[in-house]
């Protein structure tokens, strides 16, 4: 399988961003975060002091990007037209490279992930446009095209995946009667193994910030929502969490299921089923034209209910894309409604301190049909003991 989107595909996005421009009354656009970037051109880069942005107009689509930098994105076969500058700093700024080359003039957009430092160089150094603050690049992103989705239901395949491999290193050295694994060595083998498949498995593989990795929690590290692995060992008794994604074609998904090593107890069961309950109401609500705001209460009223109010830490999930999270935010306070052709995650947790945490996390695929869950590893309890 090719990960790397097609210029023509490329060139629908663009389109698509034009269109939103003309109905918004936008001439050009300008954006500079790496993510905008390799959304709008196919340009994936390791975002650091160097700018690389995107010029967009009607007609015109160009890579501002650095002298070395312009091999490696000519070989990415990127959608767009390049202005190389030399270095950073320079004699002269990146940016006034670009503009004094456009002289751009009318309603230029901006978006918000553009320091406010930079947006006075916009204004230096193109002084006869009119500079606007838009989330026109981040509304384009809610809504995936075909080939996206392609890409992220190969990443959730890779995901569950990785989860599999993650319970074969336990169960290997359960057989072998050796230590069970580690936070750390779980996380570095998983990580390794997606990474690897990944490789094995495609052409022209897409590298950005993260091809492969995850989280893993055990006992009660298992209560700190994003605590980072450490030397803690998998224990007999004791719960633990796989919290893994990657991403194919810098489209990303996560699959996240909760373990119990040997029999669960009661109160293990109680726990493990609130979750587990409260993850498949909270992903049926999942419904297009629903507001984000009301599937997180539909979802999280379920634990609520149950007496476990106290235990929950953060809303049922987020919008997933060319990064892990994104919007649109499932989630008190985004009354936006779900639209078909949206990415989610549907994650609601519980997390009790000096116990542990219980969370499952699907990647869904909002459609007119309904939710489409793109990960698939078992989540009652009674497929996940191990032992």
């Keep these: 399988m090719k990960q790397r989107l097609s210029r023509d595909t490329y060139a629908r996005i663009q389109d698509g961003l034009r269109a939103r421009m003309a109905a918004q009354g936008f001439d050009g656009l300008l954006v500079d975060d790496h993510h905008h970037v390799a959304y709008l051109s196919g340009f994936f880069h390791f975002p650091n002091e160097r700018p690389a942005a995107i010029w967009l107009t009607a007609k015109d689509c160009i890579l501002l990007v650095p002298a070395l930098e312009a091999d490696h994105a000519e070989k990415q076969n990127t959608a767009a037209d390049f202005v190389v500058y030399p270095e950073y700093p320079g004699i002269e700024d990146a940016f006034s490279i670009l503009l004094s080359k456009l002289n751009p003039t009318g309603r230029i957009a901006y978006t918000p992930a553009t320091p406010a430092g930079r947006v006075k160089k916009f204004e230096q150094f193109a002084p006869n446009a009119s500079w606007v603050m838009s989330e026109i690049v981040e509304d384009a992103r809610l809504i995936k095209f075909p080939e996206e989705i392609i890409l ?19 169960r290997d050295a359960m057989d072998a009667g050796a230590p069970l694994p580690s936070e750390a060595e779980l996380a570095r083998h ?5 990474v ?25 590290n ?15 008794g004791e719960t633990f969490i796989l919290s893994l994604g990657c991403a194919v074609g810098g489209r990303f998904a996560e699959s996240e299921r909760t373990f119990v090593m040997g029999q669960p107890t009661d109160e293990q069961r109680r726990y ?28 999280l009223d379920v634990i609520r209910e149950a007496g476990m109010a106290q235990y929950l830490r953060h809303r049922q999930g987020h919008g997933i894309g060319i990064w892990l ?13 779900l639209q078909s052709g949206m990415i989610v995650s549907s994650e609601p947790g519980l997390y009790i301190p000096g116990h542990g945490g219980y969370r499952i996390s699907d990647t869904v695929l909002i459609t007119e049909a309904g939710p489409e869950r793109l990960t698939s590893h078992p989540r009652t309890i009674d497929e996940c003991i191990i032992g």
């Design 222 to 236: 298992a209560a700190l929502p994003h605590g980072l692995p450490s030397a803690e060992r998998v224990k007999p």
């Design 325 to 337: 999270h994104e919007p649109p935010w499932i989630a008190d306070g985004d009354d936006s409604p």
């Design 152 to 170: 992220h239901r190969e990443a959730a395949r890779i995901s569950d995946a990785m989860v599999g491999a993650g319970l074969k290193l336990i």
């Design 196 to 220: 690897s498949t990944m490789y094995a498995e495609h052409e022209d593989v897409v590298v950005g910030q993260m091809l492969a990795g995850g989280l893993v929690y055990t006992g009660k």
């Design 190 to 194: 998983v990580t390794g193994f997606g």
């Design 272 to 299: 493990f089923e609130v979750a587990t309950r409260a993850q498949a109401i909270g992903t049926d609500a999942l419904i297009a034209g629903r507001p984000c705001s009301e599937a997180n209460r539909i979802c």
